[in-house]
């Protein structure tokens, strides 16, 4: 089992940056691949990236693709998501999420992910 909680929100202004941060308890928390989901208000949850369980290999939503980058730390139970050239459609609750297949899946579901953090708020203002 792991726990997961985000930090790094804010409000920032378009054309902005931003980097959540998803720190993962347990000892386990290397073996699990990681994805970064969000939601807007009245829309569904909707996938932005992943990473494998050993940072080697990524996969991110055509939206996002080019603006946004996963990393993690594994010694630090950490998964980066740094924001670049953010707009105001990015604006949403951001969740990261646990997977236990250590590699990453194209296109997931939130129902293929086990353990998920509380989110947190990405305002981008225009």
């Known amino acids: 089992q792991v726990q997961l909680v985000e930090s790094g929100g804010g409000l920032v202004q378009a054309g902005g940056s931003l980097r959540l941060a998803c720190a993962g308890s347990?000892?386990?928390?290397?073996?699990?691949?990681i994805a970064w989901f969000r939601q807007a208000p009245g829309k569904e949850r909707e996938f932005v990236g992943t990473i494998g369980w050993n940072g080697g290999n990524t996969y991110y939503a055509d939206s996002v693709k080019g603006r946004f980058t996963i990393s993690r730390d594994n010694a630090k139970n950490t998964v980066y998501l740094q924001m670049n050239s953010l707009k105001p459609e990015d604006t949403a609750v951001f969740y990261c999420?646990?997977?236990?297949?250590?590699?990453?899946?194209?296109?997931?579901?939130?129902?293929?992910?086990?353990?998920w953090g509380q989110g947190t708020q990405v305002t981008v203002s225009s």
């Open positions: 999420a646990a997977s236990w297949s250590r590699y990453i899946m194209t296109n997931p579901s939130p129902q293929q992910y086990a353990y």
């Open positions: 347990g000892r386990t928390f290397s073996s699990f691949s």
